[in-house]
């Protein structure tokens, strides 16, 4: 067959053309992509994430870690999802103790419960950690770890957080989901590392921040194996057996991974030995703590920098003092976010 051949001067017309045209159009969708932290605003804190990335994996770079190495952690709540004015976990205990307690009459004349069902927050506001174990003994054991598992999965498109009067699913940070894509994209196993109940996390981990069952470490209660109707089950017993909380997370890590992470995601006083043992590795390594500064858009407390006090997600001027000794970033919702959630998601007034 014979071939057809344009005529130089034709070719050289259309690839100038096509050159043109690839120069004038392909940049327009690009823009909105290359930023890959767009609820971001520009600033310390997402300009040391985005270094860091770009460092720890180029290769030839000082600080190249291999993909294998490649580990970041996240506490939960306060740092992936909000935590006023009760942790997720509080909330699902009180919605379950209401669920149980028909077949318990006895609880409306003991307490704690009796304060939970009769909605004395004032009692509820000083309970103690003794009295919070009791309620999550009635309401977290009992029953297989896959029958708890379903029983959260069930309650959590149910769920109603008062302050915002949604579910706690839709109360995920837009910006640590889009750290936690970043990271991913880049090779980097991402943990969640979580004083709450493992079993309870790991019911929604993978479907809410798309982190696998396993790589979820959290606080856990007692299990024991058994066979039921002739097949094995695990059962959850009513006492602790791990505490994922404090020093419990830096054991953890190296219980659950074997591996310190070059990066460490907290917002408490309970993170701090987290992100201390993250940071004391060579090479690279960064900690961060979310500080809820926006009584706007979210809830402002600390105590640090004279934000109002709390009991859940303490952020102390002494972690503040520690974080600044240590080199850790301390990311603002008020400045560093330019959105909170994904979605229109605002507070009850």
């Not at 991913?184 to 979580?194: C, D, K, L, S």
């Not at 981990?205 to 094995?232: C, E, H, L, N, R």
């Not at 309970?270 to 043992?277: P, R, V």
Request: net charge negative; aromatic share 10%; glycine share 8%.
């Amino acid at each position: 067959m014979k071939r057809f051949a344009l005529p130089a001067f034709v070719r050289r017309s259309l690839l100038a053309a096509i050159t043109t045209f690839l120069a004038l159009a392909a940049p327009l969708p690009l823009i909105a992509q290359d930023d890959p932290l767009p609820s971001w605003n520009d600033g310390a804190a997402k300009t040391a994430i985005l270094e860091f990335v770009a460092q720890t994996t180029t290769e030839g770079d000082a600080n190249f870690v291999a993909p294998g190495e490649r580990i970041a952690t996240f506490d939960q709540d306060g740092t992936l999802w909000v935590e006023q004015p009760l942790y997720g976990q509080g909330l699902f205990a009180l919605d379950r103790l209401a669920v149980l307690s028909p077949d318990h009459p006895e609880w409306k004349d003991t307490e704690p419960f009796k304060s939970v069902l009769t909605g004395d927050h004032a009692a509820m506001a000083k309970f103690t950690e003794k009295d919070w174990m009791e309620i999550v003994a009635v309401t977290h054991a009992g029953m297989s770890t896959a029958d708890f598992e379903a029983i959260v999965a069930e309650w959590l498109p149910t769920s109603k957080n008062p302050t915002f009067g949604v579910p706690v699913t839709n109360l995920t940070y837009q910006p640590m989901h889009e750290v936690i894509d970043l990271l991913r994209a880049n090779g980097f196993q991402t943990w969640i590392v979580t004083g709450g109940g493992q079993e309870f996390v790991r019911a929604y981990a993978d479907g809410v921040y798309g982190v696998p069952t396993q790589q979820v470490i959290g606080s856990s209660i007692a299990t024991k194996y058994q066979m039921v109707d002739g097949k094995p089950v695990l059962m959850r017993d009513p006492k602790l057996f791990f505490n994922d909380n404090d020093d419990g997370k830096a054991i953890g890590i190296n219980l659950f991974i074997g591996k310190r992470p070059q990066i460490s995601f907290g917002n408490t006083e309970g993170d701090a030995e987290m992100l201390a043992w993250t940071t004391a590795g060579d090479g690279l390594r960064l900690g961060f703590l979310v500080l809820h500064d926006d009584a706007e858009r979210e809830v402002a407390y600390g105590p640090a920098n004279g934000l109002p006090d709390t009991k859940v997600g303490t952020f102390s001027q002494a972690l503040m003092d520690t974080a600044r000794q240590n080199g850790w970033a301390v990311i603002s919702m008020k400045d560093d976010w330019k959105d909170i959630f994904k979605g229109d998601v605002k507070k009850i007034e």
